[in-house]
């Protein structure tokens, strides 16, 4: 068996699942939007696996003494799968959100897996956070390439006290920000750590990738066990996630004002006893209602993260 590429087939298969599975306001195989359609996701999985076979490959390598962590080269694997996922027949920005995350994953899987055959929680955590601490300045404009191939929309959180100078300094839109990366030595984790405030993905690289790891893997223990049960438990924990803090896809596009209603309304779902299925039905309906403003990206990919790596533990138990 070979590590690193069952690693980039669940990371291609939870893509594939979580965009099957009819999650509320997001695009699935029974809905999508003027810009993005089930199509696209499905060009985008089949798109990725040679970046994420490339991150796992350097997690087996660095665990194995081959290769040292700063030479890792998280920000390469991201420019990579971006490159590949985005600048062929899908030009739709469909899973970046969902890149970020998969590709330390992957790493910290691949060197988890060389290490015990398999990944657990508390290990996979470690080597996450051993990968994002090593990152260098060549990560971090690796990334921003990628970041421009794609350019994401949506500036509301510009508006907000939680943005500063130093933001504006690091703004994706900066035409000197390659420049300002260089000249003060800016890391990958240095940059995420400081765009925690304002950016979901930032805050999961920040924290150790802690609700991914330490939330939502271990509800999916529960309730996902295979392909049978996928569906159902994806949907279950979508709402969930949705549930617990407002969405930071939805706060960017809509304002953070929507981004709550949304979490409430998701919380009124969790709470109905009768109906459920009616309930869920309906919130997705008032989550179309203004187009792609309010679709729950955020939430989409922290939970294709958790499905990334309850499918690897099925798939490599350690």
Sequence with gaps: MSIPWTISQMSQLAVLLEVSSPKPGNVNREAGFSDSSFRHFLASAAAMGRGIHLAASRGTLAAAGELGLSEIGIGEAILTTVLDVFTRLNRSNTILGTILLHAPLATAMGACAYESGGIRPRELRAWIQRTVNATTVEDTLNVYRALRTVMPRGDRHKATSAWT?????????????????????????????????????????????????????????????????????????????LAEEPDGHIANRAGIEAAEYVMQAARDVIASTENREVRIRDLDTVLRSRGNELNPGSTEDLVSAAVFCRLVEIEMPA
């Design 165 to 241: 100078e130093f933001h504006a300094r690091y703004d994706i839109e900066n035409p000197h920000v390659l420049e300002n990366v260089k000249n003060d030595r800016m890391t990958l984790h240095a940059l995420f750590k400081a765009s925690a405030r304002v950016d979901r993905v930032s805050r999961e690289w920040a924290d150790g990738f802690e609700t991914v790891i330490e939330t939502l893997w271990p509800a999916l223990r529960e309730s996902l066990h295979g392909l049978e049960d996928a569906e159902e438990a994806i949907v279950d924990l979508f709402i969930c996630q």
